[in-house]
């Protein structure tokens, strides 16, 4: 295992701090009937942060294994954030939570600001169509977020946020082999209540916020939630371009929240959200442009846009928007057994509509302009049954997953001199059968075994014709397109099966102190090339991608609560790995090939630590070492000349939040949150540059679209806990982002040598400031 004779020295000093703490856990008949009485337990789990005067660290509650246990006690490296952080920290959706987690790396993909990138230990996803799976599921309430597009909105009411690292194909199935992010939005409380917010910044912008618990009506109880957000766009555009700004914000949500008591023994759980989208995309800055290519095509002023500074003004000629309707149902239904168990079911739809449309060359020539249109749904539905003894806790269920989407992509280049009618559409059924069994042996030792077998069928439908003479597309008379595909033509279908155990062995030291060796494995699905031009390659399908994986886990708490220290050493291995090409010819395509196999070792640590009363530190760190083993391209290894995407050798974490006084008229409290990235490249392109032995210059070279290594840094101060009469308190706080104004840029898209070198970035937005109030009764 590569680099782990590197860290694990590391461990070392935790683990030999746990074999010293104190407090022995409580092994009474009582304590243990309690414990398993709390394991299958449904009521939600809360994150509990430290109250003014408390003098050690909250407890906080995960469902990282489908029941209720506290976070300190799962043996999987899972990191929470309770409402508490979550307000502190500004995190309203998905994007936000990039690296506040070990390992977690979130990007939004060239263009967008609603489709997220999500890494976890090298396990990434970087195609945002629909016929590709992600490698980190999402989940909102139970349900899970079959797609990328549209994976970044507005969680309303949101309550804690769980991020599980490693392979959990057990548990949550297909497309889970970087980990899992858990989205848990907040339930009614039966009483009347709530709040309201507003935020006023810079660029004109203006976040509203309110929800309202209303009191207990015979068996229901009640919530509603809304935001709204406007932001002017950062990028100004000149007289003459197709739209005003870009980078703007205009977007609202909404959110229902509903528990109904149809008895003590049964109870339901209906969620609804709906969000909607309607700005400009992200500008695409041309960052590079070969002027050789561009003057002999008949363009060559458009090197004179290129510019690798963030700029703030642009000039386009093409349409540019990204328009987004998301809206998802949830209900769960829990039937409890007494003494023989809990069975519970959930179920979900979701519905997306998700447009956009790009100037792809950030310059006011007609050189390539894009749209996409899709229209996705998707259907889950999970029935469960858990249970505990004296000695066993057990969970095991069926579950079964349909989609169906369909994107019509036409594209556009050089003044019309090369056109494409690109269209697919693809349906997923899967469904699985899982379990999972704990033992618990001599009150310390827990073995842990689990099994879930998934069986899937994926079919698609494909569609592209072509108009670009000069390149050997020329349509019949009469015709717009010579199509390469015609309608009903190229509709393949195959079938995935995989199974996938897991196995544990987790030994409580004492009260203070877990240690845990984990085996997990996982698979990526399958599926098809839905932008191919190639006939033969449409209708082959990519085979899954797998991953197995050892962790070596341990998790303490020191002096008296004050400190928790978390560590996780891993070593994965992948097979058949997915990685996503982008062609730069015919089409704007983006294929998926299984190039080879691949091994990442890494280490993550994490630090909570009450310094004093009111002051807390936070800290987590990274450590990767990803490498191919077999990377394939035109049937020659090029393992040693590919880059990793996506994986920053280090990443870290720091949160200092303080309560810097209290008294009786409120108290102020500051938070500052500072994130670093090392540098990561964002293609699977080759490392070699001009000049080396091994240099193809047919081909992207990584370095070119490597994002460098940057940090961002977040503040906020806050006088909160204001008296307003009997039932209200109030806040008030004054927040920065990206205080130190980084400028980086964070992602590209690489037409690549056949289309001139064309790249184009999108960078780290500019500082934004401003002033909030809050009211909660």
Known sequence: MRNWPAVLPLMLPLLATAQIATAAPDTTPTAKAKAAEEATAPAEAE????????????????????????????????TAFPTDQLESRGINDLGDLNALAPGLQISKTPSNNTISQITIRGSSQINPAIYWDPAVGIYVDGVYIGKAQGSIFDVVDLNRVEVLRGPQGTLYGRNTIGGTVNLVTRAPTGAFGGSASIDVGNYNSIRQRASL??????????????????????????????????????????????????????????RYDRSRYNQTNNFDQ????????????????????????????????????????????????????????????????????WNDSLDLDGSPMDVAFTQRFTDYDQYSQDLQYSGATDNLTYVGGIYYFADDGYTNNPQHFFNGGAEYDSRYGTKTSAWAGYGQVDYHLMDAWTFTAGLRYTHEKKSLERVFGCNAPAAGCTPPDGESYLYIMPEGS?????????????????????????????????????????????????????????QKSFELGAKTRLANGR?????????????????????GSDAAATVVRNAGEATVNGLELELAWMIVDGTQLRMNYAYLDSEYDKFIDTG???SNNRAFVHTPDSTYNIVLDSEL?????????????????????????????????????TKQSAGDTEVDAHGILNLRLALADMPLGDRATGEFSFWVRNALDDDTANNFIDFGPGFGSLTVANFEPPRMLGVGATVRW
């Open 47 to 78: 994150g509990s942060a430290p109250a003014p005067g408390e003098t050690a660290l909250g407890d906080i509650e995960v469902t990282a294994q489908r029941r209720v246990e506290k976070l300190q006690d799962v043996p999987i490296a899972v």
């Open 213 to 270: 618990d209303l009191p207990h009506m015979g068996i229901v109880s009640l919530s509603i939630a809304a935001v709204t957000e406007q932001r002017d766009g950062w990028v100004d555009t000149t007289r003459l371009s197709s739209v005003p700004e870009l980078n703007n914000q205009n977007s609202n949500g909404f959110r229902l929240a509903a528990d109904f008591d149809f008895s003590s023994a049964l109870q339901g759980e209906y």
């Open 286 to 353: 041309l960052y590079r442009a070969d002027p050789a290519f561009f003057g002999f095509v008949g363009y060559p002023d458009l090197p004179a846009y290129a510019s690798q500074d963030r700029e703030t003004e642009a000039t386009v000629d093409a349409p540019s928007f990204e328009r987004a309707r998301i809206e998802g149902h949830a209900f769960t239904l829990t039937w409890d057994l007494g003494g023989v168990g809990t069975i519970k079911s959930i179920t979900g739809y979701r519905r997306l509509d």
């Open 490 to 546: 190229t509709e393949p279908d195959a079938t995935f099966t995989d199974t996938t155990p897991m196995a544990s062995i987790a030994y409580r030291i004492n009260a203070n102190a877990n240690v845990y060796l984990r085996y997990a494995e996982g698979f990526k699905s399958g599926g098809f090339n839905g932008e191919s031009a190639d006939p033969n390659e449409t209708t082959t399908p990519f085979k899954p991608e797998k």
């Open 563 to 583: 400190v928790q220290l978390n560590a996780a050493l891993f070593h994965n291995t992948l097979e058949d790995l997915q990685e996503s090409v982008f062609l």
């Open 636 to 638: 020659v290894d090029q």
């Open 661 to 697: 006084m209290r008294r009786d008229w409120g108290a102020i409290r500051a938070v500052a949150d500072y994130v670093w990235t090392d540098s990561f490249y964002t293609y699977a392109y080759q490392l070699a540059q001009p000049g080396d032995a091994n240099y193809d210059g």
